[in-house]
């Protein structure tokens, strides 16, 4: 061996990385798991997740789905709705990670999953931990459904439709004075918060009003020759007045705004 320090190579010291006791999950809100089942595979191969926790899996069969949802290397515990459409809660737990679900705590109405985990690695004095996958979904108590206001505005605007025909009052009239008002009701408050299935439900009532005028033309045709606009490109003016106050600090209703969080 030379003594001469020049003639010595340098040898980089590897740094043992940081380490990682718990199981690393992620979670998705997936409105209807088999159509996307193609692409959480994609993730869950790339990112390689412990725990993958999902809600609205709107599964109602899972015999019938077991074989599609499948995902090499990883077991599926599913909790589906028993009442109603939509919901449903699931867990994808990788197969080295030893579980079971706990099924004794589970509520028939509402939408959550507890299972019990044994992985390869905890923290010390931590032999298994609990997991929960909870949804709180629109439909989890009777305060305020944004859900049940969708369909209750539905029925009140099909009655009026209704009303107006036996009247033989003027369809485009009917709609415009009665009906949308009534679709449009709150809509300022839920519009964020109305999902894909609840818009498209507000906006059949329309589709059924210019189906009644002009029988052969689609939809959008119908729009553009009785000048109006969808329903929902008539939700978002509420997002953009919103925004002109919240961006115009001297907006007459500026100061009606709460103060902004600057600790976040």
């Known amino acids: 061996m030379s003594r001469s320090l020049a003639q010595l190579r340098h040898v980089p010291i590897s740094r043992q990385p940081n380490k990682v006791f718990c199981p690393t999950f992620a979670l998705a809100n997936m409105m209807s798991l088999s159509p996307k089942i193609g692409e959480l595979r994609c993730f869950i191969n790339d990112k390689r997740p412990d725990l993958v926790s999902l809600t609205e899996t709107w599964i109602y069969d899972s015999d019938a789905y077991d074989h599609h949802l499948h995902i090499p290397s990883n077991n599926l515990i599913l909790k589906n709705r028993a009442l109603g459409i939509h919901g449903g809660v699931g867990l994808y737990i990788k197969s080295k990670?030893?579980?079971?679900?706990?099924?004794?705590l589970y509520h028939p109405s509402l939408e959550m999953l507890w299972a019990y985990l044994r992985p390869s690695r905890l923290p010390r004095g931590y032999p298994s931990i609990v997991f929960g996958t909870v949804y709180h979904s629109?439909?989890?108590?009777?305060?305020?459904?944004?859900?049940?206001?969708?369909?209750?505005i539905i029925k009140k605007a099909n009655k009026k439709l209704y009303t107006g025909l036996v009247f033989r009052m003027t369809t485009f009239l009917i709609f415009i004075v009665h009906l949308r008002p009534v679709l449009e009701n709150c809509a300022p408050v839920f519009h964020h918060s109305l999902p894909a299935y609840g818009s498209d439900d507000v906006e059949g009532v329309q589709k059924r009003v210019?189906?009644?005028?002009?029988?052969l033309a689609p939809f959008c045709d119908n729009l553009s020759c009785c000048k109006l606009s969808s329903l929902k490109e008539r939700r978002s003016l509420c997002e953009k007045l919103f925004n002109s106050?919240?961006?115009?600090?001297?907006?007459?209703?500026?100061?009606?705004?709460?103060?902004?969080?600057?600790?976040?």
């Open 97 to 104: 990670i030893k579980f079971k679900a706990l099924t004794d």
């Open 138 to 152: 629109f439909q989890c108590t009777d305060n305020l459904l944004w859900n049940n206001h969708i369909s209750d």
């Open 210 to 215: 210019l189906s009644i005028i002009n029988p």
């Open 245 to 264: 106050i919240m961006l115009d600090s001297s907006h007459k209703l500026y100061k009606l705004l709460p103060q902004k969080n600057i600790n976040t």
